[in-house]
């Protein structure tokens, strides 16, 4: 059996990030007047303070005193009607949520802690080792799969765990940007049938921002309280993995990555390409009592979300840079960008096998080839080229 299960980990989520606010889920920095309507006094009320949204749904406000406690726990608060007609709610008893950083797993301990069983075990340790270097340190790939190879569960999973792992399939410009987060892990999911306008701002996001991993996000608005969007967003350290089926999973080649946009050059060019292979055993997941097993486990996943902070404070502790140029010079991409994501993905390779230099070779050679096997599926593909205005 795994603790990647999704209702033993839903109860832990439950638990530890209910009513979560973070300093991403500010709309504007700078305290505003907001006015609430007050039905039993006839008045309009006066706050100071700030706007928040945690999803499409639901918009709060908060008084300007609780912003440096930020992140905080909501523990008591209360439906209001803005003078603007807005449902929000308002925070009334906010609790500062910190987690202590704590060196208790390693970073192998906390990569091999799900034991997925899976038809190509090499290829599902290497998608844990990406998807926690992503959620520690910054990079930027693309990766396709069997639909049943487990990329966007695990992503789902360590989201339930360790919080900030934004799994997408977005469907408005609101629900894409409110997923942007100033660090962890933003994964849009198969995008083939999204609409035009929306694919449009993902590419936007990608080309100006996302894809380069720049400091800042300018989406070219001016934000919107109501739908929660920003003038500018904070991605100093959030990593990008996009997720797609293998190319033959389409009957239309211009629903996969590599063609579907108005500027695929420019596109392709950002995120580093990779492909992996093999299904994963789905029995291992049941449990009779989830309840009961994510009581069981609690401290431990406690013990885990202190050690990811802490990893993620001392990201290249116990990595040997000199091993890593030696097999970054010998394992290369043929695109400036792709490297950058690749260098970051093998310090995760020697983190993991604490620098030993056989097998920190092997596992960046079968890198090398996951990432070999996704251009040699897309070589000499034939697709339309879609007639439409370049994405700037």
Not at 71 to 99: G, H, M, T, W
Request: net charge negative; glycine share 4%.
């Amino acid at each position: 059996m795994t603790i990647y299960s999704y209702s033993v980990l839903a109860e832990f989520q439950h638990k530890l990030y209910d009513g979560i606010l973070y300093n991403d889920n500010v709309i504007k920095n700078n305290a505003k007047i907001i006015e609430i309507e007050n039905n039993e006094k006839g008045i309009i009320e006066e706050m100071e303070g700030f706007y928040l949204r945690k999803d499409e749904h639901k918009l709060y406000v908060m008084d300007k005193e609780f912003y440096p406690l930020l992140p905080i726990k909501v523990k008591e608060e209360q439906e209001v009607r803005l003078v603007d007609k807005n449902i929000a709610y308002k925070i009334d008893v906010p609790e500062s949520f910190k987690i202590n950083p704590k060196n208790i797993y390693s970073f192998k301990e906390l990569v091999d802690m799900p034991n997925i069983k899976h038809s190509n075990p090499n290829h599902m340790l290497l998608w844990g080792i990406i998807c926690h270097t992503a959620y520690i340190s910054r990079i930027v790939c693309r990766v396709c799969s069997t639909s049943s190879f487990m990329k966007d569960g695990y992503l789902s999973a360590m989201d339930m765990l360790y919080d900030k792992v934004n799994v997408i399939c977005p469907r408005s410009s609101p629900g894409f940007h409110n997923s942007i987060t100033a660090d962890g892990i933003i994964a849009p999911n198969e995008m083939s049938g999204i609409k035009k306008e929306v694919k449009n701002i993902v590419e936007r996001a990608i080309l100006n921002g996302l894809g380069d991993m720049k400091s800042q996000y300018n989406p070219g608005s001016l934000g919107s309280v109501a739908h929660g969007t920003k003038p500018i967003y904070d991605i100093h350290m959030l990593s990008v993995l996009m997720l797609f089926n293998n190319l033959d999973h389409y009957d239309n080649p211009n629903s996969f990555f590599d063609f579907m946009w108005t500027n695929n050059t420019a596109m392709n060019k950002r995120p580093l390409p990779i492909k992996l292979d093999g299904e994963v055993d789905n029995i291992q997941f049941k449990y009779d009592d989830p309840k009961e097993e994510s009581s069981k486990n609690y401290n431990k996943y406690i013990d885990m979300v202190k050690s990811m902070a802490y990893h993620k404070d001392n990201w290249l502790e116990g990595v040997d840079i000199q091993l890593v140029n030696t097999l970054c010079n010998k394992f290369k991409c043929s695109v400036g960008r792709w490297n950058d994501s690749f260098r970051e993905i093998v310090k995760g390779i020697c983190k993991y096998y604490n620098n030993e230099p056989d097998n920190c070779t092997i596992m960046t050679h079968n890198l090398m080839t996951c990432h070999n096997d996704y251009l040699n599926m897309v070589k000499g593909v034939n697709h339309i080229k879609i007639n439409e205005e370049v994405v700037q």
